[in-house]
């Protein structure tokens, strides 16, 4: 069975240093992995996604995750963050053996500080 | 420019009224979905749909109906509205390479 955990319900980081929200899954066989950032009063919109290709994905904005099967994890991260990056961001899995239904983390709300 | 609509963006009815949610999709993609979110929370799968006159309940049960008569358009419907209704509702497609686009999402709120 699909499962998605993400560890931290708040992060709170000053701007310009390093972003980390972490992930963590389980899955019965290969997942698609998505992490979906959604802005106060605005729609999802997609980061980055993960598809079997290369376990580095880079997303929009900079930021980029990183699959690691041993690990079961897809913790997404951003070198510098910037005050607009302020917002939640829910991880994602998919599997084809559950005809792609999607599971979501509980999301992460990610404070700025200036 | 959006390719999936939700109307109304908001809506502040009182309770036991009839309401309607819209999402039209210009895409022509066949899989459709409707998910609840309270704030702060996760989405919730209530509904979904795989084409033409195919609708499915989701992960959590919801008193909301939906229909499928067209392919471009996948309403919802709540018969008599309560409070413990009140939430946003996103409706989104997936496409063939299994990446979900969302519409704005619609805020309910049931007095």
């Known amino acids: 069975a699909q499962s998605v955990t993400q560890l931290d319900s708040h992060v709170s980081v000053s701007e310009g240093t390093p972003v980390l929200l972490r992930c963590n899954y389980s899955?019965?066989?290969?997942?698609?992995l998505f992490w979906y950032v959604q802005h106060p009063n605005k729609g999802l919109q997609l980061l980055l996604k993960y598809t079997s290709a290369a376990t580095l994905v880079k997303g929009i904005n900079g930021f980029e995750a990183e699959f690691k099967k041993s690990e079961t994890s897809f913790h997404l991260t951003k070198p510098s963050a910037h005050m607009s990056d302020a917002a939640e961001y829910f991880c994602?899995?998919?599997?084809?053996?559950?005809?792609?239904?999607?599971?979501w983390g509980a999301g992460t709300k990610l404070i700025i500080k200036p | 420019e959006a390719d999936i609509y939700q109307t109304p963006r908001y809506l502040v009815i009182g309770t036991g009224k009839k309401i309607t949610l819209e999402c039209s999709q210009t895409m022509g993609h066949d899989k459709m979905y409707w998910y609840q979110q309270d704030p702060g929370m996760e989405l919730h799968l209530i509904h979904y749909?795989?084409?033409?006159?195919?609708?499915e309940k989701g992960d959590l049960s919801s008193e909301s109906t939906v229909s499928r008569i067209r392919t471009e358009h996948f309403p919802l419907t709540l018969e008599s509205a309560r409070p413990s209704h009140t939430s946003q509702y996103l409706c989104?497609?997936?496409?063939?390479?299994?990446?979900?686009?969302f519409g704005a999402g619609s805020r309910l709120t049931v007095l």
């Open positions: 994602v899995v998919s599997e084809v053996d559950s005809n792609y239904q999607l599971i």
């Open positions: 989104a497609t997936i496409s063939g390479a299994n990446v979900l686009t």
């Open positions: 749909s795989y084409g033409v006159n195919s609708t």
């Open positions: 899955s019965s066989y290969s997942p698609s």
